[in-house]
C-alpha cells in the first residue's frame, strides 16, 4: 500500500511515469537478534558494566538482522539510483534517495563510536571466529532502519557480553517519524522534507551513544578517542 501511496503522490508532482514503478526492494521480515548467534538461554555475568579503555579488545559479530538490513539498503540506494523502472527522474531526487539509502552510514557511526572507546575494535562473521580472537568483550549489533515506510523507523541496539560470552548490558538508540516527505508537490518539497526525515538516523545513534556510555567502565572522556 505504502508504494501506492508514495507513487500517486509523485504522480501528482509529475515525478512519477507508471505506478508499478514505484515498488522498491521488500523490507526485510526481523527476527531475534540473537538469532543463531546466541543460544536461547544467556547467562549473566557479574559485571554491572562493559569493560573497555584504550587496552580493552572487542570482538563484534553482526545479527541477521543487521546484515539483511544492509542487503536492503544497498538495494533500495542501487534502486533509486539506476534500478528498472524508477520514476525518479530528476538527478537532485536521484541523490537524496540515494543518500537516504546509504548502507553504511549506520556501520560507519557505530564502529566510530566502538574504536572511541575500545582500544581494539574486530568484526567477526560468526561466535566461534569471535571466541577463538580471545577479545576482553563481545557485542551482538542489531540495525534496524526503514526509510520509506509509513512511518521512518531507526533502531539500533548493542548487546555486550564479557570475556566468557555472558551477558553484560545493552545500549540502544531508536527514533521515528511519520513519512510525509510525499505531501510536496515539487523536487525542493521532497529534499526539504526528506533533509528533516534523515535526521532521525542521527538521533537514533546519538541515543545509542548516550547509552553505550552509561554501560562502560570508563566512558570515553577518561582518555583520548582515536581519530
Same mark, same amino acid.
Request: with cysteine.
Given at each position: 500500500?505504502?508504494?501506492?501511496?508514495?507513487?500517486? $503522490?509523485?504522480? $501528482?508532482?509529475?515525478?512519477?511515469?507508471?505506478?508499478?514503478?514505484?515498488? &522498491?526492494?521488500?523490507?526485510?521480515?526481523? *527476527?531475534?537478534?540473537?538469532?543463531?548467534?546466541?543460544?536461547?538461554?544467556?547467562?549473566?555475568?557479574?559485571?554491572?558494566?562493559?569493560?573497555?579503555?584504550? +587496552?580493552?579488545?572487542?570482538?563484534?559479530?553482526? =545479527?541477521? !538482522?543487521?546484515?539483511?538490513?544492509?542487503?536492503?539498503?544497498?538495494?533500495?540506494?542501487?534502486?533509486?539510483? @539506476?534500478?528498472?523502472? +524508477?520514476?525518479?527522474?530528476? #538527478?537532485?531526487?536521484?541523490?537524496?534517495?540515494?543518500?537516504?539509502?546509504?548502507? =553504511?552510514?549506520?556501520?560507519? %557511526?557505530?564502529?566510530? =563510536?566502538?574504536? =572511541? !572507546?575500545? &582500544?581494539?575494535?574486530?568484526?567477526?562473521?560468526?561466535?566461534?571466529? $569471535?571466541?577463538?580472537?580471545?577479545?576482553? #568483550?563481545?557485542?551482538?549489533?542489531?540495525?534496524?532502519? @526503514?526509510?520509506?515506510? @509509513?512511518?521512518? *523507523? $531507526?533502531?539500533?541496539?548493542?548487546?555486550?557480553? #564479557?570475556?566468557?560470552?555472558?551477558?553484560?548490558?545493552?545500549?540502544? &538508540?531508536?527514533?521515528?517519524?511519520?513519512?510525509?516527505? %510525499?505531501?510536496?508537490?515539487?523536487?525542493?518539497?521532497?529534499?526539504?522534507?526528506?533533509?528533516?526525515?534523515?535526521?532521525?538516523?542521527?538521533?537514533?545513534?546519538?541515543?545509542? #551513544?548516550?547509552?553505550?556510555?552509561?554501560?562502560?567502565?570508563?566512558?570515553?572522556? %577518561?582518555?583520548?578517542?582515536?581519530?
Amino acid at each position: 500500500m505504502r508504494a501506492g501511496i508514495q507513487c500517486r $503522490a509523485m504522480a $501528482a508532482a509529475g515525478l512519477c511515469i507508471l505506478v508499478q514503478a514505484c515498488a &522498491g526492494p521488500p523490507v526485510p521480515p526481523q *527476527v531475534s537478534m540473537d538469532d543463531g548467534v546466541i543460544p536461547t538461554q544467556k547467562p549473566q555475568s557479574r559485571a554491572k558494566k562493559v569493560l573497555n579503555g584504550p +587496552n580493552a579488545r572487542l570482538a563484534v559479530i553482526l =545479527s541477521k !538482522n543487521s546484515i539483511a538490513n544492509v542487503r536492503y539498503l544497498r538495494d533500495y540506494k542501487k534502486f533509486c539510483e @539506476d534500478g528498472e523502472g +524508477n520514476p525518479i527522474l530528476k #538527478d537532485s531526487l536521484r541523490k537524496s534517495c540515494a543518500e537516504k539509502s546509504d548502507p =553504511s552510514y549506520f556501520v560507519r %557511526w557505530i564502529t566510530k =563510536s566502538l574504536t =572511541s !572507546n575500545f &582500544g581494539e575494535v574486530m568484526f567477526y562473521e560468526n561466535v566461534s571466529q $569471535a571466541k577463538n580472537s580471545k577479545p576482553d #568483550d563481545f557485542a551482538v549489533v542489531n540495525i534496524f532502519y @526503514d526509510p520509506w515506510g @509509513d512511518t521512518e *523507523v $531507526a533502531d539500533i541496539k548493542i548487546e555486550f557480553f #564479557d570475556h566468557n560470552f555472558s551477558y553484560v548490558a545493552t545500549a540502544q &538508540g531508536a527514533a521515528n517519524v511519520p513519512s510525509d516527505r %510525499w505531501s510536496g508537490s515539487n523536487a525542493s518539497d521532497y529534499i526539504r522534507i526528506d533533509k528533516r526525515h534523515a535526521q532521525i538516523r542521527t538521533a537514533a545513534l546519538m541515543e545509542l #551513544d548516550r547509552s553505550l556510555s552509561a554501560n562502560l567502565v570508563k566512558p570515553v572522556s %577518561w582518555y583520548s578517542a582515536k581519530p
